[in-house]
């Protein structure tokens, strides 16, 4: 059955344990415009290390189209698993700099790190670039999943932006984005423990703020947006170069 036959129903993958329909659980999150966003058009997940059974599931959701924002270097790591019936594209959209990950000195050079790369979402001129050409392709026809390696940071700010685009509350918004510590909290707990194997029980501190999403990350991104654009609309427009007609496709899907 799927999620517009019955939108009470919410899809948990065990093979993705952070895949999730944009709009939200239940009926779709509540817009400031007094309607709610439509569920089954996009949906979110992190690395698609699928069972069998998994990919049949999203493929029973009607997914045409499967966006991989990692790099060629996570691709090469570990592939996506096909869906049948899906047209899978790759847009490289610049994430957490992995060869730094192992020099982190500490929590705090961590932190650092990951404001870096939450305000390269709207100051590296190649990561707009990306994230504009993503936001295009989500605004042909069609059911698309979208997704990087947890899920969390490159897919939680392109979920953000649609939801905004929605009409949907920034309380809301960053509430959505902060599900992602709930869903992903296996994943996330099997990659802690490997660090605690390889690296010894020290380093699972100065990584943790790396494994999770957390609202000062996102505000970082949004200070950045309000200094360089005055506000999301002037950075989709501006910032990302999309025009009227992607954000009108856009805002129909959403159907906010």
Known sequence: MS???????????????NFRDVAGPGAGYPTTRGSTVRRGVFFRANELRLTHEDAASIAALGVTGVLDLRSQHEIDAHPDIEIPGAAWTHVDVLGIPMDEISSLPDRTAAVAMMERVYRGFVEDPATRAALGRVLTLLADDGVHLFHCSAGKDRTGWTAALLLHLAGVDDAVIEADYLLTNEYAEASRAAVLAQIVEHLGPDKAEVYQPVLVADADYLRTSYASVERLYGDRGAYLRDGLGLGEGVLAALGRKLGG
């Not at 999620?3 to 344990?17: F, G, I, Q, Y």
């Open 3 to 17: 999620t517009e036959e019955n939108p009470e129903e919410l899809v948990r993958l065990a093979s993705a344990d």
